[in-house]
């Protein structure tokens, strides 16, 4: 479950406040398990090349990352190692200035399962804390964590990378081409040459923006024509990745527009704002089908390197 957060007039990024701070654990299994390895900046999943914690088997192990400084924390990134997937399963992550673990007053977030080799973001409340502890409860438990990431307020708002995108699109009616709904304006009368649009008719039309390079995508804001047919939107799919197979298509899915009103702006959050791609589509699945888009904004933080704090 992802957690709320605070929306602001402006978004606030930072870079990863854990990376090479002082972190300490309950215990070391070994000089290869040591607590240092969680914010060393590598995401390497690999307990056996020397990039992982690990405590011993105990009662309620815990690690925590000593910031320094109070943050407002807004979103915690874990990697898990690459064996052994299910041990982090229940780890709570919490947020405060006391190193006493029944002293911390802010739980962030609670892993409820990583993939093995993954790196998952758990989004929290804005909370103020120097430390960042994981904690595993229970008895006969090991921590073992590969990589800690820690994000935090620093106002700046995100950029809108598609005014530097390259939009291509299956087909094109007229002069309506697909460089018009990445224009920077949020103008919808086509009538006017503020749109794209597709020939009429098409099966599975397709727009498409290259952003020139992978980004984490918080969110994608789309305009629809203001001056007719607002309901051929309907149902059209956004889909995010890296690929080129089947134009774009085989992408995962950020979103499905189920309707956006005449000459208005929605916005489309992928997976949380943790989606990464070079490529955003978008496609209207099934026959007879005219694709028309006034703006298409996509805003996004560097691939592995920054986090939003709203959205």
């Keep these: ?19 090479h701070q002082k972190a300490s654990q309950s215990s070391e299994n070994s000089q290869l398990g040591v607590a240092g390895h969680a914010v060393d900046g590598k995401r390497d999943a690999s307990f056996q090349r020397g990039s992982c ?6 009662s309620d192990p815990w690690w925590r990352v000593d910031l ?8 915690v990134m874990v990697t898990n190692r690459d064996e052994h997937e299910n041990m982090l399963d229940g780890a709570e992550i919490w947020i ?4 006493e673990t029944n002293n911390i007053k802010n739980r962030c977030a609670v892993i409820s ?21 994981v904690l595993l409860r229970g008895s006969k438990k090991i921590l073992s964590l590969c990589e800690v990431e820690v994000f935090s307020y620093r106002e700046r708002p995100l950029p809108n990378v598609a005014l530097q995108g390259e939009a291509t699109q299956s087909s094109t009616l007229r002069g309506a081409a697909a ?19 597709t020939a009429e008719g098409e099966t599975d039309p397709w727009w498409r923006l290259d952003l020139r390079q992978t980004f984490v995508i918080v969110s994608i804001k789309v305009t629809n024509r203001g001056d007719c047919c607002a309901e051929r939107l309907d149902g059209a799919e956004i889909r995010v990745g890296n690929s080129l197979q089947n134009n774009g298509y085989d992408n995962p899915r950020c979103a499905t527009i189920s309707h956006i009103r005449a000459g208005k702006t929605s916005t489309y959050q992928c997976d949380g704002g943790s989606m990464e791609g070079r490529f955003v589509n978008v496609v209207i699945p099934g026959k007879s089908k005219t694709l028309t888009l006034c703006e298409v904004e996509v805003y996004t933080v560097p691939a592995g390197k920054s986090l939003p704090s709203c959205l």
């Design 1 to 19: 479950t992802r957690h709320s957060i605070v929306c602001r007039k402006k978004c606030n990024l930072v870079h990863n406040v854990a990376l």
């Design 53 to 58: 914690t690990h405590t011993e088997e105990e």
């Design 179 to 197: 460089s018009k709904a990445i224009d920077g304006r949020r103008n919808s009368y086509y009538s006017d040459w503020f749109c794209s649009h």
């Design 96 to 99: 405060g200035n006391s190193i």
């Design 68 to 75: 320094e400084n109070e943050y407002t924390i807004t979103a």
């Design 113 to 133: 399962h990583i993939p093995k080799g993954r790196t998952i973001y758990l989004y929290c409340s804005p909370a103020k804390g120097r430390y960042v502890t």
